[in-house]
């Protein structure tokens, strides 16, 4: 197999990096997405504790 | 706990990757024959042998999943084979791109490496929905740690059958036939290998951290709101979480 020129080589190397940085990437904007409905799901948890309290306040 | 040392294990990882891109682009000297396009190898080598590796710890962990009949078990094998998946995927492009520099074609049949390693993951890629198509959690746990063994046997055996196979087209990066690497070389191959390796632990630990979370969060859920309040699980090819009761 011949050597290919860096001016011919250098851009199947740079997308070849390129792709796996982007699938990295990728991975952590789903889990990124995970983590917010965790956050949102941590907030409804918070009201709920806070309105059992208030309702044993009540009593 | 998965995220305890987590943020410790992600600076070390990105520390490895970027000593390991240094070392490639301009320690490791450009290989004679093939020239600068080889650099794509020590990316996509290392990504190969961690996603069967990755495939077979799934294996593994589904065999734990089994014997102690502990769901926190199949969890770990789902997200090991989940991200092999991903590192799959990657592996499969960044090889394409390479035999389109290299022979000028993104793909080639009668290559055994390519076509059996697009036989794994053709065949990993059926274990999402095998889990999806099962609605009771127990069974779909079981069926899925069944598969994880079958399939996690399946890639050695594979993959010792093409190194005995006779064609050897595809460039060999560790054997004694043909292709091993010199000096500098080696050690950022080496390098690559242990930097992907971090990268795919530092990932599992991440998703582990975050569906432990998640269980955590709808156990308490359910302590604080009631059975009663608590919305039927959504079917899914996930492990249920709710299923994991005190998942560690």
């Known amino acids: 197999m011949a050597e290919l020129p860096l001016h011919t080589a250098g851009p199947y190397v740079a997308a070849a990096y390129i792709v796996f940085v982007a699938l990295i990437l990728l991975y952590v904007a789903i889990m990124a997405g995970k983590l917010s409905r965790i956050e949102r799901e941590l907030g409804e948890l918070t009201e709920l504790a806070q309105r059992t309290r208030e309702g044993q306040d009540t009593l | ?147 994880a063994i079958v399939a996690g046997v399946f890639v050695p055996i594979n993959f010792a059958i093409v190194r005995l196979s006779t064609a050897y087209v595809h460039p060999r990066t560790l054997s004694n036939i043909s292709g091993n690497l010199p000096g500098r070389m080696q050690v950022v191959f080496y390098l690559a290998l242990v930097s992907v390796a971090m990268l795919w632990i530092t990932l599992w630990r991440y998703e582990m951290t975050s569906k432990h979370a998640s269980a955590q969060l709808r156990a308490l859920k359910r302590l604080l709101g009631g059975d009663e309040d608590e919305a039927p699980a959504r079917r899914s090819a996930a492990p249920s979480v709710t299923h994991l009761g005190g998942v560690r």
Request: net charge positive.
């Open chain 2, 1 to 147: 706990m998965y995220g305890r040392r987590l943020p410790a294990l992600a600076l070390a990882t990105f520390a490895t990757l970027t000593l390991t891109l240094v070392a490639v682009f301009f320690w490791a000297p450009n290989d004679a024959t093939e020239g600068f396009l080889q650099k794509i190898f020590y990316i996509h080598v290392p990504l190969a042998i961690i996603t069967l590796g990755g495939f077979v710890a799934g294996g593994v962990m589904a065999v734990m999943h089994l014997r102690t009949r502990d769901a926190r078990w199949d969890m770990r094998s789902y997200v090991a084979i989940h991200i092999s998946l991903v590192f799959g995927v990657a592996v499969l492009i960044t090889g394409s791109i390479w035999a389109k520099g290299a022979w000028g074609h993104w793909w080639v049949w009668d290559e055994p490496t390519l076509v059996s390693f697009l036989l794994i993951m053709l065949l990993y890629a059926t274990y999402q929905p095998l889990r999806f198509a099962i609605e009771d959690p127990e069974r779909q746990a079981r069926s899925a740690s069944v598969f």
